[in-house]
C-alpha cells in the first residue's frame, strides 16, 4: 500500500465545524463547577484539581517524550507526529504552570507533612530537606523550568529547521534531547514524589516515578494515535500517515500496555511480599469500600481490556476499532491517577457525591490545552517540512518534490486557521 492510501477501516473525513465551540463550551462549564465545588468544599476541590493536573500534566510529559525519542533513536517513522507531540509538550509552559497555582495554594490543605512537626515524626525528618515548605515549592520550580527549557528547545528548532532546513538544527534537537532525556527523567519522577506520593509522606517505593511515566508515555500514544488520525482525515497531514506508521503507533500502544502493567505488578509485588508495615498500608487503604472494586476496573480495564484488544496485528490499523479503545485508555489513565491520589480523603471509597466536582476540573483544563494546542497547530506547519527523513518516512525518492508539496499542504492549514 502506498503512502497515499487510507488504511483499512479508515472514517470518512470528520466534519469539525461543530465542534469549534467545544473548548469554550468545557471551559464555561468546569469553571462554574469549579467555583461552585471551591465554595462548598475548599479541601475536596483541591484534591480533584490535584487529579485532573496530574491527568493532564501526564499527557504532556508523554508527548515530551516521543519527542525525546524521536531525536534520540533519529527515527524515521514518527516524523510525521513529531510536530503536534511538541505542541503537546509546550503545553507545560504556561499553561500546566498556571494550573498548579490552585495547587500551591492550597497545599497545606492537601498534603498532611506540611503541618507535621519533623521533630516528631522521623519519616519526614529523614526527608529534609525535600519535604519542606521551601523544597516543595523549589522543587515546583526547578520541574517546570526543565520542562520549558526542553519544550521550547525543542519546537524552536523544529520551526527553524522548516526554514532553511539546516543539518545545524538537527543537531540542535538531538543535542537538547540528549541533555534533555535526563534531566525529564528526574524531573518527572521529582513531580510525581512531590505532587502524588507525598500525600502519604511516609509510603516508600522506589518505582513510583516509573510508575507515573508508564502511564504517562500510555496516554500520550493513545492521543497521538487519535490526533494522528483527525489530522489525516482533514488532509493536513495526508500523504505521510500510511498504514506502516498506524501500526507502529497501535504497537508501541501496546509495549506500553505491557509495561505499565508489569510497573504496577512489580510495586505491588515487591512491597506485599516484603510485608512492612510502613510499607504496605498503601495497599490496604486501597483495599476499604468500593476502591477495591476500582482496583479490579483497574486490573481488567488498564491491563486486560487493552492487552487483548491490541493482541491482533491488523486491528492497529482499523480506526473504527482503536479510537474507541485510545478513549478507554485515556478514562483508565484517570481512574488510575484518582486511585492514587483521592483514597487519602475519602478512605472509604469512590466519593460519586463529588463526580461532578472531578468531571468540572477536568473540562476546564481540557478547555483551555485544546485552544493552546489548537492555537499552535493553526500557526505552525502541521508537519516538519524540511525533516531529512520525511521522504523516508512517507515512502517518497524525491525530496524536492515532497517539500513543495508539504509546503502547499502547510499553507493550507494555515489559509483554513486564519479563517476559523
Not at 68 to 87: K, N, P, T
Not at 138 to 165: E, H, M, N, P
Not at 404 to 412: K, N, R, S, V, Y
Amino acid at each position: 500500500m502506498s503512502a497515499f492510501s487510507s488504511p483499512p477501516g479508515a472514517l470518512p473525513p470528520p466534519d469539525l465545524s461543530r465542534w469549534r465551540k467545544v473548548p469554550n463550551l468545557l471551559i464555561a462549564v468546569g469553571l462554574a463547577l469549579c467555583a461552585v465545588g471551591a465554595l462548598m468544599d475548599l479541601k475536596q476541590f483541591g484534591y480533584s484539581w490535584l487529579v485532573a493536573f496530574m491527568c493532564w500534566l501526564s499527557l504532556v510529559l508523554g508527548a515530551m517524550f516521543l519527542v525525546l525519542m524521536h531525536h534520540l533513536f533519529d527515527a524515521g517513522w514518527s516524523v510525521q507526529i513529531r510536530r503536534f507531540c511538541e505542541h503537546l509538550a509546550c503545553l507545560a509552559w504556561p499553561w500546566m504552570a498556571l494550573f498548579f497555582v490552585p495547587i500551591a495554594l492550597l497545599a497545606p490543605k492537601i498534603y498532611r507533612w506540611m503541618s507535621v512537626d519533623p521533630r516528631l515524626d522521623h519519616a519526614l525528618r529523614a526527608k529534609w530537606p525535600l519535604f519542606t515548605k521551601p523544597g516543595f515549592y523549589l522543587a515546583a520550580v526547578l520541574c517546570f523550568a526543565t520542562w520549558w527549557l526542553i519544550s521550547s528547545r525543542l519546537r524552536y528548532w523544529s520551526l527553524k529547521q522548516d526554514a532553511d532546513g539546516a543539518a545545524h538544527c538537527t543537531h540542535r534537537m538531538r543535542f537538547h534531547s540528549a541533555w534533555g532525556i535526563v534531566a525529564f527523567g528526574f524531573s518527572l519522577t521529582l513531580a510525581a514524589i512531590m505532587w502524588m506520593k507525598g500525600l502519604q509522606y511516609d509510603w516508600y517505593s522506589t518505582m513510583y516515578g516509573v510508575y507515573y511515566f508508564a502511564g504517562s508515555a500510555w496516554v500520550a500514544l493513545a492521543a497521538a494515535y487519535v490526533i494522528a488520525m483527525v489530522l489525516d482525515q482533514q488532509g493536513l497531514i495526508r500523504g505521510l500517515m500510511g498504514e506502516q506508521q498506524y501500526y507502529y503507533l497501535g504497537s508501541l500502544l501496546f509495549a506500553f500496555t505491557v509495561f505499565s502493567a508489569y510497573i504496577h505488578f512489580g510495586q505491588y509485588f515487591v512491597i506485599w511480599n516484603g510485608n512492612i508495615p510502613e510499607e504496605t498500608f498503601w495497599y490496604v487503604l486501597r483495599e476499604k469500600g468500593t476502591w477495591f472494586a476500582i482496583g479490579l476496573v483497574l486490573v481488567f480495564g488498564h491491563f486486560l481490556v487493552p492487552f487483548l484488544a491490541l493482541l491482533r496485528i491488523d486491528v492497529k490499523r482499523v480506526f473504527r476499532f482503536m479510537v474507541p479503545l485510545c478513549l478507554w485508555i485515556g478514562l483508565m489513565e484517570y481512574f488510575d491517577l484518582s486511585f492514587n491520589i483521592t483514597p487519602v480523603l475519602h478512605p472509604n471509597g469512590f466519593p460519586l457525591r463529588w463526580v461532578w466536582l472531578d468531571a468540572g476540573c477536568v473540562a476546564l483544563m481540557g478547555g483551555v490545552l485544546a485552544k493552546a494546542f489548537l492555537r499552535d497547530l493553526l500557526r505552525h506547519p502541521p508537519f516538519p517540512l524540511k525533516d531529512p527523513r520525511l521522504c523516508e518516512a512517507a515512502g517518497l525518492p524525491h525530496v524536492a518534490a515532497f517539500q513543495a508539496a508539504g509546503a502547499g499542504l502547510a499553507t493550507g492549514a494555515s489559509a483554513r486557521g486564519g479563517a476559523r
